[in-house]
């Protein structure tokens, strides 16, 4: 009888292997089923490792354009550029005299240290320029503008340093007068688009 013809043991793509065989006179053969994967279901898995491997090239992607994203957000320089503008306000020296609710002065300039002040200095390659500064002070933010030209150059240049102005004895601050040992924050806004903060006491 042919097994491999019968309905109970047809089956779809399968080889019969026999493992004896009917020339030496044995009554009963054994048929062992050998499968093999189908052509569907290997491409079905080919597929499969491409899309994995597509999908861990869109997440580095994606990661790159994140950290690219944080890095001009927070320092307001693309990391592309290497060592590009580094600035930081590394002193705040404001001196309660010189700000007050009565003093009309609103504005700024640069030059060496000379009552209060702000040290700004460059640690990169590129030169920027200051453009505006805050001080908040009593729950008020208080603005003040650029009076003639503050670049800040290059790391080795001799403006790598540079020194914010206040007018002492007449710059303005809203709702109260400046305290002694009042503390305050502030910011100072480049024109790459940085804003650096600082804070500190008035002395």
């Known amino acids: ?5 019968s309905p109970a043991c047809r089956l779809s793509r399968v080889e019969w292997k026999s493992i004896s065989s009917f020339n030496k006179g044995y ?15 290997a491409r079905r898995r080919g597929r499969r490792a491409i899309s994995s491997v597509m999908a861990t090239v869109i997440i580095i992607a994606l990661t790159l354009v994140a950290s690219y994203s944080i890095s001009r957000f927070i320092f307001g320089i693309s990391p592309a550029t290497g060592n590009a503008s580094q600035v930081s306000v590394t002193r705040a020296s404001i001196a309660a005299a010189d700000f007050k ?3 009309t002065g609103t504005r700024f300039d640069c030059g060496s240290p000379a009552g209060s002040y702000l040290t700004v200095s460059n640690m990169g390659t590129v030169a920027v320029t200051v453009i505006s500064v805050t001080l908040a002070w009593g ?12 670049i800040i150059g290059g790391l080795g ?43 500190g006491t008035f002395y």
């Open 27 to 41: 009554e009963n053969v054994l048929l062992v089923p050998q499968s093999r994967p189908r052509m569907g279901e």
């Open 139 to 150: 729950g008020l933010t208080n603005s003040y503008t650029l009076s003639g030209t503050c």
């Open 157 to 199: 240049s001799s403006t790598s340093t540079q020194n914010v102005l206040f007018y002492a004895g007449a710059t303005q601050v809203h709702n109260r007068d400046a305290t002694y040992g009042g503390a305050f924050t502030g910011t100072v806004t480049l024109d790459n688009g940085a804003v650096l903060p600082y804070s």
């Open 101 to 103: 609710s009565s003093f």
């Open 1 to 5: 009888m042919d097994l491999s013809r």
